[in-house]
């Protein structure tokens, strides 16, 4: 692999890495499979895509794509924890409604953002090469974002937010807000997936109605991924797997796109690959693989 390719791979890894996190809170911590994810990506792109072209400062886009992605996820929170409606058609019910949305938002199917001023450009005054100011610039907004993350499931309230994903009826009877508490969590997990909107549509240059179909499998792809390889003992370690779960699969990728697949074929690569992350495990593959870490230390030591 070419170091134009893997750097190309990394920003994509860091920046979805964002949208995993989003995912990660509504699927491992709230336990809620939330479809919103596919139309609020877009969302996010789309709002700082017609921001950008209308002259607005790339930082407005940015900065408003998580309010109006966790307005998305106040929907679809409203739907299932006020209406019982169940998750899944929630989810489905407010992406459906989000295409209508994100295509009155742009205008036009696809925006293109090309020689406009992107986040990437606010670092020149930094001295960054131009071939590293997005991978510098997506390595810093994920250590942010699994900083305040970390910090906030430290919290009451972070800590009222994991407990009502792992025992509802528990935490009930504590008496926290159950139906809040979900439609925190997806608020906060559907703005984290449109900040990450909003920068990709920035890196690639344009928003496009069609990016959000299948986020939430390549979502899916880098928890599971990340969890198979990194483990999920702490919460910071479940963070921290995330990312590189996210950074893993966007390289893993790139490799199939170089060994001459077509691109109409990710989404079948990306299905096989959550497939192979939940059924390694059951064959023991992750137990091997620790024991092979184990076994490597132990001979290093051994060797000094």
Not at 136 to 148: A, D, P
Not at 210 to 230: D, Q, T
Request: hydrophobic share 55%.
């Amino acid at each position: 692999m070419s170091l134009k390719i893997l750097i190309g791979a990394v920003e994509l890894g860091l920046i979805f890495g964002v949208m995993a996190l989003g995912v990660f809170i509504t699927f491992r911590v709230l336990d809620f499979p939330d479809l919103t994810v596919d139309g609020s990506i877009t969302l996010g792109a789309a709002t700082a895509a017609i921001l950008i072209s209308k002259g607005y400062s790339p930082w407005l886009g940015f900065a408003l794509a998580p309010f109006v992605g966790a307005l998305a996820g106040v929907v679809t929170g409203i739907l299932h924890a006020r209406f019982q409606i169940a998750p899944l058609l929630a989810g489905i019910l407010t992406m459906t409604g989000l295409y209508s949305v994100n295509l009155r938002i742009m205008g036009r199917a696809n925006l293109p953002l090309l020689g406009t001023d992107t986040l990437a450009d606010s670092m020149s005054f930094l001295g960054v090469p131009l071939q590293y100011r997005w991978v510098i610039f997506g390595s810093l907004l994920i250590v942010i974002v699994v900083y305040l993350l970390y910090w906030l499931f430290q919290t009451e309230l972070g800590l009222a937010l994991r407990a009502t994903g792992d025992n509802e009826t528990m935490i009930k009877s504590q008496g926290v807000n159950v139906a809040g508490m979900k439609v925190f969590g997806l608020a906060l997990g559907n703005g984290l997936v449109a900040l990450s909107g909003a920068v990709v549509a920035q890196l690639q240059g344009f928003a496009d109605m069609g990016m959000g179909i299948g986020m939430i499998i390549s979502g899916l792809a880098a928890v599971i991924i990340g969890e198979m390889l990194v483990g999920t003992s702490t919460i910071l370690r479940a963070l921290v797997a995330v990312v590189c779960g996210s950074l893993a699969y966007r390289i893993i990728i790139s490799l199939v796109l170089r060994m001459g697949l077509q691109t109409t074929d990710l989404k079948l690569v990306t299905a096989i690959l959550v497939v192979v992350a939940l059924t390694l495990p059951k064959f023991g593959f992750k137990k091997r693989l620790l024991n092979l870490g184990r076994w490597s230390n132990a001979a290093v030591k051994e060797n000094n």
